[in-house]
């Protein structure tokens, strides 16, 4: 079976049904290649994900970068959310060590289950 990739923010949703690309940040142990992608628990596409060059640890220049196909409004707020996410969880313990950036492209989108998602 294909790993799989979940986003549950509606903004992340919208912009990959309308751009069919995300920057997101994700532990540093994916496996690079074809992913199933799902919204919430429902599976609507298939992806392909590569992580993206020098960006452990989060250099901000590098999210700079991306940030505007990342689904936050500026590099502050997408911090702020990984801060949430990874720090108060304990996923990561100096700062950003075990994290890095990921392109996730859709390959192909599945009829079934989309139409739940007024994206």
């Given at each position: 079976?294909?790993?799989?990739?979940?986003?549950?923010?509606?903004?992340?949703?919208?912009?990959?049904?309308?751009?069919?690309?995300?920057?997101?940040?994700?532990?540093?142990?994916?496996?690079?290649?074809?992913?199933?992608?799902?919204?919430g628990?429902?599976?609507?596409?298939?992806?392909?994900?590569?992580?993206?060059?020098?960006?452990?640890?989060?250099?901000?220049?590098?999210?700079?970068?991306?940030?505007?196909?990342?689904?936050?409004?500026?590099v502050?707020?997408?911090?702020?959310?990984?801060?949430?996410v990874?720090?108060?969880?304990?996923?990561?313990?100096?700062?950003?060590?075990?994290?890095?950036?990921?392109?996730?492209?859709?390959?192909?989108?599945?009829?079934?289950?989309?139409?739940?998602?007024?994206?």
């Amino acid at each position: 079976t294909m790993p799989a990739i979940v986003f549950t923010m509606k903004e992340h949703k919208e912009l990959l049904r309308k751009r069919g690309i995300i920057y997101t940040v994700r532990l540093n142990n994916k496996k690079e290649g074809k992913v199933t992608i799902y919204f919430g628990r429902t599976r609507v596409a298939r992806g392909e994900l590569k992580k993206v060059p020098n960006s452990d640890y989060l250099p901000i220049g590098v999210l700079e970068k991306y940030v505007n196909l990342s689904g936050f409004k500026d590099v502050k707020e997408w911090l702020n959310h990984i801060d949430e996410v990874f720090l108060l969880r304990g996923l990561t313990g100096e700062k950003y060590s075990n994290l890095a950036l990921y392109e996730v492209k859709v390959i192909e989108w599945f009829d079934v289950g989309l139409d739940r998602f007024n994206v």
